[in-house]
Nanobody, 115 residues
Framework: VQLVESGGGLVQPGGSLRLSCAAS????????MGWYRQASGKQRELVAT???????IYEDSVKGRFVISRDDAKNTIYLQMNSLKPEDTAVYYC??????????WGQGTQVTVSS
C-alpha cells in the first residue's frame, strides 16, 4: 500500500487548508486512519483519527478546528484545517491509527502557518 499526501502550503494565521491522502488500495475497511504531524525538531504526533465506522477523534490542540473525513470510493482521507495557528506548522502525514501495521510513511505535505 502506498500513501500520497497533498494539499499543504503557506497560509496566514487564521486561514484554512484541506489536506488529502490517497491510498493505492482500499484499506479503510480494514484500518482506522489518522493524520499525523511532525514539527521541526519534534516527534511525530497523531492529531486526528477516523475509525472504520466513521467515528472521529481529535487531539486537544486541534479539536474544534480540524475535521477528518473519508471518501471510500476514492480511497482518500482528508483533513480540513481551519483557524490555523503558527504552532500548526509541520509536515503532515497519514497512516493507520495506531501506526504499526506495516504501511510505510508517505512523503508528507508541508504546512506552514506564518504572516
Amino acid at each position: 500500500v502506498q500513501l500520497v499526501e497533498s494539499g499543504g502550503g503557506l497560509v496566514q494565521p487564521g486561514g484554512s487548508l484541506r489536506l488529502s491522502c490517497a491510498a493505492s488500495e482500499n484499506i479503510f475497511s480494514v484500518y482506522s486512519m489518522g493524520w499525523y504531524r511532525q514539527a521541526s525538531g519534534k516527534q511525530r504526533e497523531l492529531v486526528a483519527t477516523i475509525t472504520r465506522v466513521g467515528t472521529t477523534i481529535y487531539e486537544d490542540s486541534v479539536k474544534g478546528r480540524f475535521v477528518i473525513s473519508r471518501d471510500d470510493a476514492k480511497n482518500t482521507i482528508y483533513l480540513q484545517m481551519n483557524s490555523l495557528k503558527p504552532e500548526d506548522t509541520a509536515v503532515y502525514y497519514c497512516n493507520t491509527s495506531p501506526y504499526g501495521y506495516g504501511i510505510d510513511w508517505g512523503q508528507g505535505t508541508q504546512v506552514t502557518v506564518s504572516s
